[in-house]
């Protein structure tokens, strides 16, 4: 199929992630480095955490039993340190306790030392009455032994691998990294470095997608290999998008997908493999290419082509390129999750098309919108902090509820 088809942006994504088979070859890494990475097992304790029960406080440790026969005076028993073995609580006795040590046998209450008085080298007033159990951190009440503590998919965040510590992982099993071949597209395009701003020649501009989609899909755990611009010319594109497709798993362009244009991506990747070229029912991010190039193992390699508007580009990348990457990596959170928010503007173009309007969050807890949403306006991306989800036709009064998604759940 090669004629321009009108998606929604469901449609796309299933089409995207249908069928999607998840990267080969995992690898063990240590756990120090798995931030972003996606889990590719379950993971279960092999013990209780905490594994004995311990001291909440700096404090006494005694039993609640003699506290009341003793009226709070007890004798004071041994010192138990962090770290310390297990050891047993005579009767009539407060062991001096710290924060993490391991509760006597015999205890069932710390007191915190703020409410515990020393009258002399062998008695030890508890002032506060004691509840049975107080300031006693149970055996497994984080982690219960033999329980699932990471289920396989999940993206790892720093908590993630502070948790696999806590049960004792040293490393992990990880999706390996997407190999991704990064191009772009254009003739006006100059790289920042290449020419000064004050000599850029009129019709020029900075390639500015390359940029931020490097950012983003290195954020995404992949492996970008930057191929620069691609050229003019349809055997030159052929033979750099052959060449990509043998050491990668996803070529991503921008640019150059828009209908009629007389870009050479499109028949280089027909002559290579197959192209589909949808059009969104979406604002930005209209024109969107989605193919596979055949390499020199007879194997298929995903090609993605963005729109080269800046914000098209980067919307599109968010809406589908992300999920796609996340998937290939067996992540199963790749829903874009919005939140219900206050419009504290009038939008009343509203569009035949799903709209995602650039707004920012106010200090009263509504939303601002960019006064320029046009598709080639960078800066509303970069003043706003997230996207409102606009259905087709929807006009926007200001205190209306919106759906925002902001780009922090995103970006990371
Ligand atoms: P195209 O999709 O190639 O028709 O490009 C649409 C618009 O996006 C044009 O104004 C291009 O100059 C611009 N554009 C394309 N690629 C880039 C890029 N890498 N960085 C900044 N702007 C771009
Ligand atoms: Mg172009």
Redesign the pocket.
């Known amino acids: 199929m090669n004629k321009q088809s009108l998606f929604t942006l469901d449609d796309a994504l299933h089409q995207l992630l249908h069928g999607l088979k998840t990267l080969d070859q995992p690898e063990r890494i240590s756990t120090f480095d798995a931030d972003g990475r996606i889990l590719f097992e379950d993971v279960h304790a092999e013990l209780s955490v905490p594994s004995f029960d311990n001291s909440a406080m700096d404090g006494y440790a005694f039993n609640c039993a003699d506290w009341t026969a003793n009226n709070g005076k007890l004798k004071a028993g041994q010192r138990i340190t962090a770290g310390s073995q297990f050891s047993v609580l005579l009767p009539g006795q407060a062991a001096r306790i710290f924060t993490g040590a391991p509760i006597p046998k015999g205890a069932d209450a710390v007191v915190m030392q703020e409410d515990c008085e020393v009258i002399d080298d062998e008695t030890v007033l508890i002032k506060a009455k004691p509840t049975m159990g107080q300031c006693i951190r149970r055996q497994g009440e984080d982690i219960a032994r033999d329980s699932l503590v990471l289920t396989k998919g999940t993206r790892l965040t720093p908590v993630s691998l502070g948790l696999a510590a806590s049960i004792g992982l040293a490393q992990l099993p990880v999706y390996r990294r997407p190999n991704v071949a990064l191009l772009?597209?254009?003739d006006?395009?100059v790289m920042p470095g290449e020419i000064s701003p004050s000599d850029l020649p009129s019709g020029s501009?900075?390639?500015?997608?390359?940029y931020f989609l490097r950012s983003l899909l290195l954020r995404l755990g992949c492996t970008v290999t930057d191929l620069g611009n691609l050229p003019d010319k349809l055997e030159q594109t052929k033979l750099v998008l052959s060449a990509a497709a043998n050491s990668h798993d996803l070529i991503l362009t921008?640019?150059?997908?828009?209908v009629g244009?007389e870009?050479h991506v499109k028949p280089a990747v027909n002559a290579l493999g197959q192209l589909h070229l949808w059009s969104l029912a979406i604002k930005p991010g209209k024109?969107f290419a989605y193919g596979q190039i055949r390499n020199h193992h007879d194997l298929l390699t995903h090609f993605i082509g963005l729109?080269?508007?800046?914000v098209?580009?980067l919307v599109t990348f968010l809406l589908l390129v992300r999920p796609f990457i996340l998937s290939l990596q067996g992540c199963h959170q790749i829903d874009m999750k919005s939140y219900a928010m206050r419009s504290d503007f009038g939008w009343y173009k509203a569009d035949k098309r799903r709209e995602f309007l650039r707004v920012r969050r106010n200090s009263t807890g509504g939303l601002d919108l960019f006064p320029n949403q046009s598709s080639?306006v960078l800066n509303s991306a970069a003043w706003g902090d997230g996207l409102i989800d606009n259905p087709p036709y929807n006009l926007i009064n200001p205190g209306d509820m919106v759906e925002f998604i902001p780009f922090n759940d995103w970006m990371s």
Do not use: A
Not at 254 to 258: A, L, T
């Open positions: 772009s597209t254009g006006e395009l501009i900075f390639n500015s997608n390359r921008s640019g150059g997908v828009s244009e870009d024109p729109p080269g508007n800046p098209s580009s080639g």
